[in-house]
């Protein structure tokens, strides 16, 4: 690959994307939810939707698992279902967002029996985890409050992290528990884990299986989220991303859509903190619904999207760079940065995946494959999955 050197071919080499199972259910807004042909129906047709998306790029090889939408009699089963496709079970989600228990809260809630029953099904995860072999749980909450003065905002953090110290003590030696943050929604006035600084003091105080996972689309508009990755990995406590893009809200839009820069910036931050080195504990996911478009397409423009940005962000020239910044180059330093993003390797790109037996387009040679008329004329009866079903 153009200008690459052997550390950093490496690096780019260890890119792997772990795709949503939710991606490839029919999703939309609170107005409409429209059906695509050739929906998955199970469990089992999501995975090979989402081992299509890696036969075609070579970037995906785990599928995360939300639960209750995931379930199956045999996780066990699954598993090899899915390996032998190509892929691995990876993070498990859990849920506490859809129950009317949880109107008032989950795992903050001031009844002890509603936060028991949401620590319960948190420990029931931890089982599936134990049967899929995936490394990470983790906890997104819809728990926060709509108007100032309708919770005790200390006494619900304190529920909080007396609830995740129980979690965490059920989690396994080769496992972890990552927990993500967002600033708003569905709560309007004050989220329980709002910001980066809120799940990384609870996280800490449960111990080192314990890390922040933050989601690219759950951030205040002109936040410098590259800051938050360089400050996390900086402290050890990045457990992973939930990748996707965003105009307005939580739009859950492809990655690098809306803003192609700014996940160039992210990927540069990353590779400056280590977060692709062989063996790093950073768990790159998207975390994406396609509304309109379809939906394989969609997570394979995803992961090229990511790979397109981590290309060219190890295309900057470091040691220049560091000159740069050292001797006060402000324009000088930029031009570098800058340059390194407006490099087009797209070319390099298909010709590195042609050299390794992958469609040099992606896209096109899944256009071309037949996979979408096969599934389209296969999956028909039966309940097309989506998202929150
Ligand atoms: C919600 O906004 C979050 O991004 C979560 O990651 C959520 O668990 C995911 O969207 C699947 O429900
Ligand atoms: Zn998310
Ligand atoms: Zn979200």
């Not at 690096?11 to 609170?30: D, H, K, M, V, Y």
């Not at 309708?150 to 003590?169: C, F, K």
């Not at 070319?347 to 050299?355: K, Q």
Request: proline share 4%.
């Amino acid at each position: 690959m153009r200008n690459l050197d052997t550390d950093a071919i490496e690096t780019f080499q260890n890119l792997a994307i772990e795709l949503p199972s939710w991606a490839f259910g029919n999703s939309g807004t609170r107005f409409k939810v429209f059906g695509t042909p050739g929906t998955p129906r199970t469990v089992e047709e999501k995975i090979a939707d989402a081992a299509t998306v890696h036969r075609f790029t070579g970037l995906a090889p785990k599928v995360a698992l939300h639960i209750p939408w995931d379930v199956v009699d045999d996780f066990g089963a699954l598993r090899s279902y899915a390996a032998d496709l190509g892929v691995d079970l990876g993070t498990v989600n859990s849920n506490t967002f859809q129950d009317d228990d949880y109107k008032f809260g989950s795992l903050t809630h001031t009844d002890k029996h509603v936060r028991q029953k949401a620590i319960d099904h948190h420990i029931r995860c931890i089982e599936v985890m134990n049967e899929t072999g995936s490394r990470d749980l983790k906890i997104w909450l819809a728990d926060g409050t709509n108007y100032p003065g309708q919770g005790d905002i200390r006494g619900r953090q304190d529920r909080l992290a007396e609830s995740l110290a129980t979690i965490y003590q059920h989690i396994g030696d080769e496992q972890r528990m990552v927990l993500e943050y967002k600033f708003f929604e569905p709560a309007t006035y004050m989220t329980d884990v709002p910001d980066w600084g809120t799940s990384y003091a609870q996280v800490s105080a449960l111990g080192e299986r314990a890390l922040v996972c933050l989601d690219t689309g759950h951030h205040a508009p002109g936040t410098n989220i590259e800051f938050i990755v360089a400050q996390l990995l900086r402290l050890g406590k990045l457990g992973s991303f939930d990748f996707n893009s965003r105009f307005y809200a939580d739009d859950d839009l492809i990655v690098g859509a809306a803003d192609p820069f700014q996940l160039f910036r992210i990927m540069f931050e990353v590779i400056r903190g280590g977060g692709l080195d062989t063996g790093s504990p950073v768990a790159l996911m998207l975390d994406q619904c396609h509304n309109v478009e379809e939906k394989i397409p969609g997570q394979i423009r995803s992961v090229l999207n990511v790979q397109e940005m981590t290309a060219r962000a190890l295309l900057v020239d470091t040691d220049a760079l560091a000159d740069a910044q050292d001797t006060g180059d402000v324009l000088g330093a930029n031009a570098i940065f800058m340059d390194a993003f407006y490099t087009d390797i797209r070319p390099d790109l298909a010709a590195w995946r042609a050299e390794r037996g992958l469609p040099a387009d992606p896209m096109a040679a899944f256009a071309q494959s037949g996979y979408q008329e096969e599934i389209t004329a296969a999956r028909v009866g039966g309940t097309q999955s989506s998202w929150g079903a």
